[in-house]
């Protein structure tokens, strides 16, 4: 099984960026569609973005569109997640994982603090 290990989060002014990686174990980590995550407190855990295979396809959800870039370098076994014009709401803690994910396993997170 792929472990993962996120990192690259902390405290950050609105109109801000970050990046955030995601470093996979395992060999079989090119194989997988990447992705991803965020939960805010009392909420939910959401998709954020995905990346294909070939790391040429990509898609995002509506709220980070244009501001948010997802990619991965396949050497390294890691997956980045590159935010820019980062807003309040945006404040979560960010998880990658294999697309879709599976039931059984997450990795730590790291927190984004976003203040307004």
């Known amino acids: 099984q792929v472990q993962l290990v996120e990192s690259g989060g902390g405290l950050v002014q609105a109109g801000g960026s970050l990046r955030l990686s995601c470093a996979a174990s395992?060999?079989?980590?090119?194989?997988?569609?990447m992705g991803w995550f965020r939960q805010a407190p009392g909420k939910e855990r959401e998709f954020v973005a995905h990346?294909?295979?070939?790391?040429?396809?990509?898609y995002y959800t509506d709220s980070v569109k244009g501001r948010f870039t997802i990619s991965r370098d396949s050497d390294k076994n890691t997956v980045y997640l590159q935010m820019n014009s980062l807003k309040h709401e945006d404040t979560a803690v960010y998880y990658c994982?294999?697309?879709?994910?599976?039931?059984?396993?997450w990795g730590q997170g790291t927190q984004v603090t976003v203040s307004s």
């Open positions: 990346i294909s295979v070939s790391g040429g396809s990509t």
């Open positions: 994982n294999r697309f879709p994910p599976p039931s059984d396993y």
């Open positions: 395992g060999r079989t980590f090119s194989r997988y569609v």
